[in-house]
């Protein structure tokens, strides 16, 4: 989009001026408009152009125009003639260069021109679709002329208008009234915008410091933008205090950078005066002494100039701006602030200008606290602290609370900028500031969990007292001596917070900062295994157990990514890089635990709990990266897993013997050939145990065992249930084998309790497992109706169990027909009709209505809970309570 030309009528620039800043900014103007006003207004501007920006081309055709460089840049490339100084700067950064020369040189030449070329420049990139009218400012005119700068509504004409005094004129911009509700380039979305203001604020920048050893110094340019520039940031128009205070302030961004280059040409002219005058008398020169003396004394002059713009630009612009009820102005204003205080410290790096960041922590915007937040990191980075003492006092609880800000970014933020507190100045924080940061490592948000991590780390884990080796130990001693004070250090912290048991989230935590500690798991699991004559560096029960739920979690996190109930919105979509490095992880982990899980499993075979945790591992192995040349520790550890489920009972333990079974049994799994034999030998073991046992307790058709065989078959009937959940086990006949149980409780009675539940499960499962292969390959309707016949057969032995005498017994019995009816139900939904006759079955009245009697006894009454809240939290709390699938809901 191109604007329309400048219109400057240079017969009268000494007294009246007249700008047209019509901008291609506004949104308001389509290509076909522009176009149409361009053909009805080209004949009347036509020779105001001439005599006015392009009138600069007249008199400076030896420099090629005024802005001949940049535009002929462009024409090479092949862009649109560019009229304006905002349409070139709009094009891109590449001419910037040669823009900001082009206006030097049209400067010298003509510096009331050019300047005008600059103010309708600003006036443009505020978006402003009206007019300027400068005219000379003349002292005895009269002293009253500051009574007359006002911002008013012409209601003659219907625009608004902003008068003021931009020395060495009196400028009068007008501007319509809709400017105020319209877009401005600034706060425009798109690419194009974005960059233009990356632009703009490089323009203001390289002007700077293109003119830094010219006309900066002539009392002229700069004093006439300051007050164009503090005067429009203090309108009432958005948009021309947005644009006006963002280009001041990045103007004095510029001028600091001015004051640094001026004070090492000081330094260096100091040194090099000193160097003089340290010569012999008859070697020194008078006249160099006195020539680098005055130019000590005027760069120094200088340096005082420059000074002075900055504080006239900072109490013109940023102490009205800062409290700007626009959030954007407000986040601008703290940006540049801390620019000038690390750029600048000797100026600005005090309390006097500390204060207003320390106030600006409260903002209620986060931007603007973030802004805050964001500067302090680097201020306290750049060993400044000592100039910060009375702000970190003043200021501490402010920056600890942020750490629960609303908003994540601005407590992540907040938390890094405590751990740079932390690491510059050691006794700001009290050991309770930072056991109350250490425990956002359980948070939910993830990245601030993380950042919280990595302050842990930095505090506690990388404290150098940790490690400290032994006189003369080894190597691995030192290792190991190192990973366990770090692991102490970790159960400290963890038994000390006493707020959370969730090290699984702690790993998460820790997983990017400390990630080198928990994938060393051959560090780790050394703490476990007797490899030390040291007593004093055994590790309690306790420290076991937390090594080993450690242990456990950085596999989980290795093996499968930071996917964490509560933590992230969803599970992230890995790339090949991270793919391949996730696969090598678990390879590594899976050569590493396959070697010493045995001995593991060996060592803690009478503790359920840690076996519980140790029998997870093998569900995380990388079976398809491995070969066969770790058979021997396979063989090892299928050993020690037999031994294992046979010394145990416990049905969590038997679980996850199921499921690493299941793991090593893949058929995919180079371990198959070793790992199915011994489970298929493991099984057909416990059913011919069990068939023993049963043809003993039930010669007589009722269940007459002793305590001992009762106790066996119990056993063994759990052990077969837990792992027929995990495989299916049905060609070893287990159904048979619980309907026998069944048979006898349902006719004669006197079946134990545990041993009722344990054969409902047995049967569910097996009922389940034909039901998920029924109709896996073309089904005849001999094999439906032999599986509906199973299905009504436990359904009805289901029934009977309704109105058991324990209520143990009546509850898995509701949940095992629970459990079968919503399979077959969907079963039926996902029934291929290719596949033959389906497998059709419907529950018959009474057992109908004996589930929706057991609902309503069971679930809505309660002898201690009878009103409307408490019958739905009983109802909630039985089907959490069952882990399980019910059909309370869908038969009410």
Not at 84 to 96: I, K, N, P
Not at 141 to 161: C, R
Not at 471 to 494: C, K, M, N, T, Y
Not at 541 to 569: D, H, N, T
């Amino acid at each position: 989009m191109i604007a329309e030309p400048t219109l400057l009528s240079r017969s009268v620039q000494k007294e009246n001026s007249v700008v047209d800043v019509s901008s291609c900014a506004s949104v308001h103007h389509v290509s076909s408009e522009r176009n149409e006003n361009r053909q009805k207004t080209v004949r009347g501007k036509r020779k105001a152009r001439e005599c006015s920006e392009n009138a600069k081309r007249k008199h400076s055709k030896s420099s090629n125009g005024s802005l001949g460089r940049a535009e002929n840049e462009q024409l090479k490339n092949g862009d649109v003639e560019a009229v304006t100084l905002f349409e070139v700067v709009s094009m891109g950064r590449s001419a910037m260069q040669a823009v900001v020369d082009d206006w030097i040189d049209a400067y010298t030449v003509d510096r009331d021109t050019a300047l005008l070329d600059l103010i309708s420049f600003f006036i443009q990139c505020s978006g402003c679709k009206g007019m300027v009218t400068a005219e000379m400012f003349q002292s005895k005119q009269g002293t009253d002329v500051m009574s007359k700068m006002v911002e008013d509504l012409d209601e003659g004409t219907g625009l608004q208008y902003k008068k003021f005094l931009a020395f060495p004129w009196i400028l009068t911009v007008t501007w319509p009234l809709d400017m105020d509700s319209g877009e401005y380039p600034l706060i425009m979305s798109g690419l194009y915008w974005k960059r233009f203001r990356s632009h703009f604020c490089e323009f203001v920048s390289v002007l700077v410091a293109q003119c830094q050893n010219s006309v900066i110094f002539d009392g002229y340019l700069l004093n006439t933008l300051i007050s164009l520039l503090t005067e429009l940031s203090d309108s009432r128009v958005r948009a021309f205090r947005h644009t006006c205070t963002l280009a001041a302030v990045k103007l004095l961004s510029a001028l600091v950078n001015v004051a640094l280059n001026l004070s090492v040409s000081v330094d260096n002219s100091q040194r090099l005066y000193e160097v003089e005058l340290a010569k012999m008398a008859s070697k020194r020169a008078s006249q160099r002494l006195d020539r680098i003396q005055r130019k000590i004394s005027e760069l120094q002059d200088r340096k005082f100039e420059i000074e002075n713009m900055m504080d006239a630009i900072f109490k013109g612009v940023f102490l009205k701006r800062y409290r700007d009820v626009i959030p954007e102005i407000r986040a601008i204003c703290m940006e540049e602030l801390m620019v000038w205080m690390k750029l600048y410290s000797s100026v600005f790096l005090n309390d006097s200008y500390l204060k207003y960041v320390g106030w600006m922590m409260h903002d209620k915007q986060p931007d603007v606290r973030l802004k805050c937040v964001l500067g302090l990191q680097g201020l306290y980075q750049d060993q400044n602290s000592s100039k910060m003492d009375l702000f970190t006092i003043r200021f501490k609880e402010r920056m600890i609370s942020m750490t629960l800000d609303k908003d994540h970014e601005v407590a992540i933020q907040a938390v890094r900028l405590l751990m740079v507190i932390s690491q510059s100045c050691e006794d700001v924080l009290s050991p309770d500031d930072h056991k109350n940061i250490f425990q956002f490592v359980y948070c939910s948000h993830r990245p601030l969990a993380i950042t919280a991590g990595e302050f842990l780390y930095d505090r506690l884990l990388s404290n150098p007292e940790l490690s400290r080796p032994r006189e003369g130990a080894s190597d691995q001693d030192r290792h190991r001596e190192l990973v366990l004070a770090r692991v102490r250090a970790l159960i400290h912290f963890h038994t000390e917070s006493e707020l959370h048991q969730h090290v699984l989230y702690l790993v998460d935590s820790l997983w990017d900062s400390a990630g080198a500690l928990l994938k060393d798991w051959t560090g780790l699991t050394s703490l476990l295994l007797p490899q030390t004559s040291c007593q004093e560096q055994a590790l309690s029960s306790a420290e076991e157990a937390f090594v080993i739920e450690l242990i456990l979690a950085s596999v989980r996190q290795a093996a499968e990514g930071p996917l964490l109930s509560g933590r992230g919105a969803g599970k992230k979509v890995i790339n090949t890089k991270e793919k391949k490095l996730q696969t090598d992880v678990s390879t590594k982990l899976t050569e590493h635990f396959i070697k010493v899980l045995p001995e593991l499993l060996s060592k803690y075979s009478e503790d359920a709990e840690k076996l519980t945790s140790f029998l997870r591992i093998p569900q995380f192995f990388q079976t398809d990266s491995c070969d066969l040349e770790n058979s021997r520790y396979v063989q090892a550890l299928l050993a020690e897993l037999e031994a294992v489920v046979d010394r145990h009972t416990d049905t969590g333990l038997l679980e996850m013997a199921a499921r690493s079974y299941q793991t090593l049994c893949a058929q995919d799994s180079p371990w198959h050939p070793l790992a199915r034999p011994s489970f298929d030998r493991l099984i057909q073991h416990w059913t011919n145990t069990l068939e023993t046992w049963l043809g003993e307790s039930l010669s007589s058709g009722c269940f007459t065992a002793n305590e001992d065989n009762t106790s066996e078959i119990l056993s063994t009937l759990k052990k077969l249930t837990a792992f027929n959940l995990a495989q299916d086990l049905s060609k070893w006949s287990l159904y048979e084998l619980g309907t026998k149980l069944l048979e006898a409780e349902i006719k004669h009675g006197g079946l134990p309790m545990e041993v009722t539940i344990e054969a409902l499960r047995c049967m569910c499962s097996c009922i389940l497992w034909k039901l998920n292969t029924f109709g896996e390959g073309v089904t005849s309707r001999e094999s439906a109706l032999q599986q509906r016949n199973q299905l009504r057969a436990f359904c009805e032995k289901c029934h009977r169990c309704l109105s058991h005498a324990e209520q143990l017994v009546r509850e898995q019995a509701f949940m095992c027909l629970s459990d079968v009816l919503i399979a077959h139900n969907y079963q039926l939904q996902m029934w291929d009709s290719s596949a033959g006759t389906p497998l059709l079955y419907t529950p018959d009245p009474k057992l109908q209505k004996a589930l929706l009697s057991f609902v309503l006894e069971h679930v809505f009454t309660s002898p201690e809970l009878d009103t409307h809240s408490s019958k739905g939290s009983l109802l909630f709390s039985f089907t959490v309570n069952h882990k399980g699938p019910c059909l309370a809901c869908a038969l009410l």
